[in-house]
């Protein structure tokens, strides 16, 4: 077991460490920026990176300032990449730092939420399970077929963005994705009003009147980072990864991620509709924590918006019984 | 030239309807453009403060807006299919009400597409479609099916006027404004009915007949298919296209016997427009609605025998939430034209057209029922959304814009009369025999 530890540790590692090269690999198109100071004077960690003329060189970590990949290079996916990610229902209690961390980082409205978690029960008699939805990026992604301007594009590191720029708002994606992933800006808001370039692999600034959803968080798989999802999940029900490099972490836990899925049982929601997502789950055997526990510490609102699944349903029933 | 005698004497019985409007007419008009304004002052408001004014919702993202546009593009093929098939099988009793056929296609197929516009969060980026269009869109399919199809409907309707227009240039009698009647010369270009130009302009509407129908229905299958080529449980269906196109029809005969009717008792043409029109039409309506009956039946019985859990969902949503409006469009719909023009006895000329309305209502609520159940029944249940974000309840806007889009509809048609007569002048007999002519009825 110690054994299988340390070489989790390493693989680990071996995944940021490309993180950063593959981060580094696009300096030369102005990805990365050395910007020679730095409010926080030198962090005394050096990371190597590719000049121009292709030389290898150390930079102190805090001279380097990520500049948002614009709109044209988004469409090119980060070389060398499959991106996948492992959710672990067996793990999730509905916490909800997943979604509030994901609201944050990308700069979303109070109403909108590119992350959601369900409370499903599959049928009457079996048990319920708290299910967090990102977007599936799907390798056969219907809501890419449909869109008449392109604004939604499948990269080949497998992720599916949103040029909001380009976007009309036809909503025909929306209706196009089975997994009721996709957000509208159905208003003006002041989250929108930040002065950041745009850039489809942020989808920040958000604009209204276009479409948005999920994005895998590009921009910090190129810093060699989880998405905020990931980062955030206090139970490290997330894990992310690099599907051909076979490697997943939750942060704090490496894995094979075909032995991962071969012992746990991995499996794809929905894949008899055929899209092919990119996100597995390992079902909800041996749980750390009773479901119920999900509906600890929510505030009214939210408890709200599970009034109608099964299982409060039934919880109330029989509330009401004794 | 009994010809000319004969359109004459029409065209000088019709003279009032465009010389002068009558006080009722006025009103009428008046109060259209009052309802467009309100219609505006909505656009106005939805513009101005962003699409969280419609009941749209992340889950419903579309609504009333897409529900209209069906409509009203259903209702212009109809007027399509109609006057074309009309034309083709050369039947003699179309004359009076081919005119109203081809205002309707041409008036509805202007306003369906704003609707779908409503719906589409930034309109200021609509360049896009052309500049960035992607063939394997449904969308890019509907913008180029839609645009041929206005452009063939407005040449194969001109072609159909150019006779008219010839007799009102001709016409010396006619009190109309200077540039009314120069529009009528420069319109008329030149036809003057030799047997050179009688024989161009029949092989030329024969064609685009023929194009009308084709096209008509290419287009309403397009539109279906925006609907079933996603994966919705209501909506993946292989028989929405010839189903849509039904529904469309079937609608389209709905609206033409009210406008038969409307003008009838409004420019008194109890002697041209007789109950053998309303019957004639009412059985076309008749064969329709069985066909559309028979569609949605076979629709539903396969999914709820098979009962796959979301189509068993979708069912249940259909028969719990919005029963009656069940009832009315896919029953009440169907059997209430089969009885009353079905039955001799029953065949009057208020009841067709009260089973005209039922009709057109119940097509309305059917793409309602399409539209707004299906996204309120995802494959993933509604869940960690917010209460108001869950179900589907169209707000004034929505309302409002929908009743300046049947204003239009109605101010438009009272316009259009008021240019051209609305019953066709010219006889039908300019129309020179050729061999291989079919005549049905």
Redesign the interface.
């Known amino acids: 077991m110690k054994n299988d530890k340390k070489d989790d540790n390493n693989s680990r590692r071996n995944f940021l460490k490309l993180g950063i090269l593959a981060g580094a690999g696009t300096v030369a198109t102005g990805a990365l920026l050395v910007t020679g100071k730095s409010a926080s004077g030198e962090s005394g960690e050096k990371i190597k990176v590719l000049t121009t003329t292709g030389e290898v060189m150390e930079v102190d970590k805090n001279f380097l300032t990520q500049a948002p990949v614009g709109r044209k290079e988004s469409h090119q996916g980060i070389p060398g990449r499959k991106f996948v990610m492992v959710i672990d229902l067996a793990r999730c209690k509905n916490a909800r730092k997943c979604v509030e961390e994901c609201q944050k980082g990308h700069n979303l409205p109070k109403?909108t939420?590119f992350m959601?978690?369900?409370?499903?029960q599959d049928s009457e008699k079996t048990a319920p399970y708290w299910f967090p939805?990102p977007c599936y990026h799907c390798d056969n992604p219907?809501c890419v077929?449909?869109?008449?301007?392109?604004?939604t594009y499948k990269r080949t590191d497998g992720i599916v963005l949103i040029d909001n720029e380009?976007?009309?708002?036809?909503?025909?994606c929306?209706?196009?994705c089975?997994?009721?992933t996709?957000?509208?800006?159905?208003?003006?808001d002041e989250a929108y009003d930040i002065d950041q370039p745009y850039s489809p692999e942020k989808s920040v600034p958000g604009?209204?009147?276009?479409?948005s959803k999920c994005d895998f968080c590009p921009d910090l798989a190129r810093e060699g980072k989880l998405p905020y999802c990931a980062q955030a999940c206090p139970m490290g029900v997330i894990y992310f990864g690099d599907i051909d490099e076979d490697v997943v972490t939750n942060g704090t836990e490496t894995f094979k991620f075909s032995e991962l899925i071969r012992d746990r049982s991995g499996y794809r929601y929905?894949d008899n509709?055929g899209?092919r997502p990119n996100v597995y789950y390992l079902p909800p055997v041996d749980r750390q924590f009773p479901v119920e526990r999900g509906l600890d510490g929510l505030d009214e609102?939210?408890l709200?918006?599970?009034?109608?699944?099964p299982y409060v349903k039934n919880a109330k029933i029989s509330k009401e019984a004794k | 030239m009994s010809d000319t005698v004969n359109s004459d004497k029409l065209l000088r019985e019709f003279a009032p309807q465009i010389e002068r409007t009558s006080k009722f007419g006025k009103l009428w008009i008046a109060f259209l453009c009052v309802v467009i304004c309100y219609g505006w002052f909505a656009l106005y408001w939805q513009v101005s403060?962003?699409?969280?004014v419609t009941g749209?919702?992340?889950?419903v993202?579309?609504g009333v807006y897409i529900v209209n546009f069906i409509f009203f593009m259903g209702i212009s093929y109809a007027g399509a299919l109609i006057s074309g098939t009309l034309h083709l099988f050369h039947s003699e009793w179309r004359k009076p009400i081919i005119r109203m056929a081809e205002f309707i296609t041409i008036i509805s197929l202007l306003i369906g597409p704003c609707f779908i516009m409503l719906?589409?969060?930034?309109l200021d980026?609509?360049p896009?479609?052309i500049?960035?269009?992607?063939i394997?869109?449904?969308?890019?399919w509907d913008?180029i099916a839609i645009s041929t199809d206005i452009f063939g409907c407005l040449l194969f309707l001109y072609l159909a006027l150019l006779r008219d227009l010839g007799k009102m240039r001709d016409f010396t009698e006619l009190k109309v404004p200077q540039w009314q009647k120069k529009m009528y010369k420069i319109l008329a270009l030149g036809y003057t009915g030799t047997a050179d130009q009688q024989l161009r302009l029949k092989r030329a509407t024969d064609v685009m007949a023929g194009m009308v129908i084709a096209i008509a229905i290419i287009v309403y299958s397009v539109l279906a298919w925006?609907?079933s080529?996603?994966?919705?449980p209501g909506?993946h269906s292989t028989i929405f296209g010839p189903y849509f196109v039904i529904a469309a029809v079937y609608s389209g005969t709905g609206v033409l016997i009210v406008a038969m009717y409307v003008f009838r008792k409004a420019y008194h043409l109890e002697e041209h427009i007789t109950l053998q029109h309303f019957v004639n039409v009412g059985v076309i309506m008749l064969v329709l609605g069985a066909f559309f009956g028979y569609f949605t039946f076979s629709e539903y019985l396969t999914k709820w025998y098979g009962s796959e859990k979301n189509d068993e969902q979708l069912i249940q949503v259909l028969l719990k939430n919005y029963f009656n409006l069940f009832i009315l469009s896919n029953y009440v719909g169907v059997l209430v034209p089969l009885i009353v023009v079905g039955f001799r006895k029953l065949r009057t000329i208020n009841n067709i057209t009260i089973a005209a309305v039922i009709v057109v209502i119940a097509l309305w609520i059917n793409r309602y029922l399409i539209v707004v159940p299906t996204?309120e029944t995802?494959?993933?249940?509604?869940?960690?959304?917010?209460?108001a974000?869950?179900l589907y309840h169209a707000t004034w806007v929505e309302w409002a814009l929908t009743a300046a889009g049947a204003a239009m509809f109605c101010l438009l048609f009272t316009i259009g009369s008021k240019l051209i007569p609305i019953v066709q002048v010219s006889d039908l007999k300019e129309e020179p025999e050729q061999p291989g002519d079919l005549h049905l009825m």
């Open positions: 109403e939420e959601k978690v369900y409370l499903m939805k219907q077929s449909v869109c008449p301007v392109g604004a380009r976007c009309i708002g036809c909503k025909f929306m209706t196009g089975p997994y009721s996709r957000v509208f800006a159905w208003k003006p604009v209204e009147g276009t479409v929905l509709l899209t609102e939210t709200k918006r599970y009034d109608n699944t | 403060r962003g699409h969280i749209m919702r992340d889950n993202v579309w719906c589409v969060g930034r980026r609509l896009n479609l500049l960035f269009g992607r394997q869109s449904p969308i890019t913008v925006i609907f080529v996603t994966l919705q909506w996204l995802p494959y993933l249940p509604i869940q960690d959304a917010r209460a974000w869950q």
